[in-house]
């Protein structure tokens, strides 16, 4: 769906976003599904495709929604993206400094997962700047949402739907949960944004239209979208 409408900007990002969270999946269900160390550490290579820039991603396409730093968007990108890339290569030659996985340790116990890991302090260090970014978007939506018509608004709780439950499978990392549940909750919101296209029309950018045009202008208008849509 977000395919079809890449013409738009959040569109492109939103494709983004949902092929990052599809590396996270894929290559979660390697890693369970590994029968020795290298599999293991293979499949956290293509976790770590997507898992350095699905939340970046996000707060980039919520900085598109709402309209927020459009002369300076370029520059905005090149800086949100610099800790996503730096996170990427760490984490491509974790086995030369040991920054994201300390170890990796057989799980006696039980065959699902194989192996155990000990978690670095980069790991610790990019888990705590995804919930930055997160609680970022959220907190550009707050005003945007008091201030939107009742479309916009609903257009914006699918948005944060969308980042809430992957956030919140996260969470039950830290309270103990062996299995990762993080890839299910971008299954989650997966679905959730297709609901939002479909029901909510979330790509056709809205909310950035109503600003760049009826805060300049005071004549009445009728404004389409890309697909001659009032």
Known sequence: LSYQKRHLPVARTMVLIMLGAACYAIGYAFELLSRNLYEVKLSLQ???LGIPFVTTLWLFQVIQFSGTASRYR??????LFLIPVGVFFLHLTNEWHHLFYE??????????????????PWYQA?????????????FLFIPMYW???RIVRKQIIVLTMGAAVPLLFNIS?????IVDLTPFGFAVSGIVYAWGILRFNLLRFTPLALTQVFDTIRDGVILLDYQDQI
């Open 46 to 48: 293509i976790e770590y």
């Open 74 to 79: 370029k520059r905005l990108a090149l800086a």
């Open 103 to 120: 170890q990796y340790i057989l799980n006696d116990r039980s065959t699902f997962p194989l192996y155990k890991t000990i978690k670095g």
């Open 126 to 138: 990019h888990t705590l700047y995804n919930y930055f970014v997160i609680l970022c978007g959220f």
């Open 147 to 149: 201030r939107s018509s």
């Open 173 to 177: 990392l830290w309270f103990g949960m």
